[in-house]
């Protein structure tokens, strides 16, 4: 069955440090995946997606299919980015979204 | 208004009362989608509607009732639910293509709590 994993409930960094969201999925094919964030009284968002190889916001994530992991990572964290990430994976064939349990980013002045 | 919009935000109703959630897409998407976001649990997806069709049911209880009159539209009829129906329930919608999701644009959710 198709599976999403963050390990991690909560991260909590100081401000300019790296930041590193680990998440990990199970799926024999070829899936998309994404990054969605909820920033505090706002409504769920996408961050970005592995096909557009964006960096949003300054964080970026490759997908490893070798690992099966797609973290989200961020070379200098800001207080703005303290939010709730949410790991997802579709599929053709699919209809719909798997997402993972999510991270609470907790960014310290 | 644009995006996704639901209403009521809040509502509070008994164990045996009946209540709708609505949901109303501005996007021109052809699927629409029923979570249940509580703090105990990760997103959980409940129904999945697909150029008006339901093509997905994830084992939800029969007191929660979905229903999709057109692509632009999704409702959850409650009925008779108990104290751990009470979460936040978002609906979101896409672009489905051949049954590929792609990206979920997500409504600010209707907080529901039941008595």
């Known amino acids: 069955a198709q599976r999403v994993t963050q390990p991690e409930k909560l991260l909590s960094v100081f401000k300019g440090a790296p930041v590193e969201l680990k998440c990990n999925y199970s799926?024999?094919?070829?899936?998309?995946l994404f990054w969605y964030v909820q920033y505090s009284r706002q409504r769920l968002q996408l961050l970005l997606r592995?096909?557009s190889r964006e960096s949003i916001k300054g964080f970026t994530a490759d997908l490893n299919k070798g690992e099966t992991s797609f973290h989200l990572k961020k070379p200098f964290a800001q207080e703005e980015d303290s939010a709730m990430y949410y790991c997802?994976?579709?599929?053709?064939?699919?209809?719909?979204?798997?997402f993972g349990a999510g991270t609470r980013l907790f960014v310290k002045a | 208004e644009t995006g996704v919009t639901q209403t009521p935000r809040h509502l509070v109703m008994g164990m045996t009362n009946k209540k709708s959630l609505k949901c109303e897409q501005h996007?021109?998407?052809?699927?629409m989608y029923w979570y249940k976001q509580s703090a105990k649990k990760p997103l959980e997806l409940m129904f999945v509607y697909s150029l008006e069709e339901r093509v997905e049911n994830n084992s939800v209880p029969s007191r929660f009732s979905p229903e999709c009159p057109n692509s632009s539209h999704l409702f959850l009829h409650l009925h008779t639910l108990q104290p751990e129906d009470s979460a936040l329930y978002l609906c979101a919608s896409s672009q489905d293509r051949s049954g590929f999701t792609g990206e979920l644009f997500f409504g600010e959710g209707s907080r529901l709590t039941v008595l």
């Open positions: 997802a994976l579709s599929y053709t064939g699919g209809f719909k979204t798997i």
């Open positions: 996007l021109g998407h052809n699927a």
């Open positions: 592995h096909i």
């Open positions: 799926y024999s094919g070829s899936p998309e």
